[in-house]
Nanobody
Framework: QVQLDESGGGLVQAGGSLRLSCAAS????????MAWFRQAPGKEREFVAS????????YYADSVKGRFTISRDNAKNTVYLQMNSLKPEDTAVYYC???????????????WGQGTQVTVSS
């Protein structure tokens, strides 16, 4: 069993930055592909970014490419999402997820955190 705990969300003005963290407990993260998803009110959960077990390969949604960076520190059992040049449309609850495969579909991930709210004001 893996427990994921996100932190780092908050309120920021457009153009600002935030860094989200996802700390894992109960099992080492190094065996899992990790991803960030987000869900805005009234919308479906959407893929943001993913990273392979070793951190070598990353993949981003077109909407965040060039602005967000996913990284991981397996020694600290933590995954990060650095978000720069934030836009109001980035407002959502952000979730980290762990799974056995790298994918953009939320169904591919077995473990989820509780989410952290990110609000970007215009």
């Amino acid at each position: 069993q893996v427990q994921l705990d996100e932190s780092g969300g908050g309120l920021v003005q457009a153009g600002g930055s935030l860094r989200l963290s996802c700390a894992a407990s109960g099992r080492t993260l190094s065996s899992a592909h990790m991803a960030w998803f987000r869900q805005a009110p009234g919308k479906e959960r959407e893929f943001v970014a993913s990273i392979s077990r070793s951190g070598t390969n990353t993949y981003y949604a077109d909407s965040v490419k060039g602005r967000f960076t996913i990284s991981r520190d397996n020694a600290k059992n933590t995954v990060y999402l650095q978000m720069n040049s934030l836009k109001p449309e980035d407002t959502a609850v952000y979730y980290c997820a762990a799974g056995a495969v790298s994918a953009t579909a939320p169904q591919a991930y077995n473990y989820w955190g509780q989410g952290t709210q990110v609000t970007v004001s215009s």
